[in-house]
Structures are given as C-alpha cells and as structure tokens.
C-alpha cells in the first residue's frame, strides 16, 4: 500500500537492484529527492503528505543502514 514504510522499503530496494543493469544508475540521494518530490504530488491533504514523509524517512534509514551493513532488522511492528 502507498505511503507505509514497507512500500518505500521495497521501492528503494526496488531501485538500487535496478541500478546493477542500467547504464545510467541513479545514486540512492538522486532516489530520496525524487520519492519526496513524488509524495508531495501525491499526498491528498498535509496529513497524508506528513505521515508518507515519516514513513519514508524511516523507509530511507532502514535501507541506508542495509546498504553500509550495520545489523539491525526491520520490524514493521516497530513503527
């Protein structure tokens, strides 16, 4: 579902895998400018658009910390 931390974490997970057989790979900051430009088109109210922030901002962080390794799962559950 649009806006929960899990869709952001598939969809962010979703670009970098598509980054390894493109010739022109977007970094995961290039990413991050574009989902929020794309969430505040999205977003039907400044409620929505607040809560879709927070929950890709928790989305980001999880995957930032994928990508350097640092453990640490994510718990759905958690947010």
Do not use: H, P
Not at 40 to 57: I, S
């Amino acid at each position: 579902m649009y806006g929960t931390v899990s869709y952001f974490i598939k969809r962010l997970k979703e670009i970098m895998m598509n980054n390894l057989v493109v010739d022109q790979a977007s970094t995961l900051q290039v990413c991050y400018s574009k989902i929020k430009q794309e969430i505040r088109a999205y977003a039907e109210n400044k409620e929505k658009e607040e809560a879709y922030l927070l929950n890709f901002e928790r989305a980001f962080d999880n995957v930032r910390k994928d990508l350097l390794g640092q453990e640490g799962e994510f718990d759905e559950n958690e947010y």
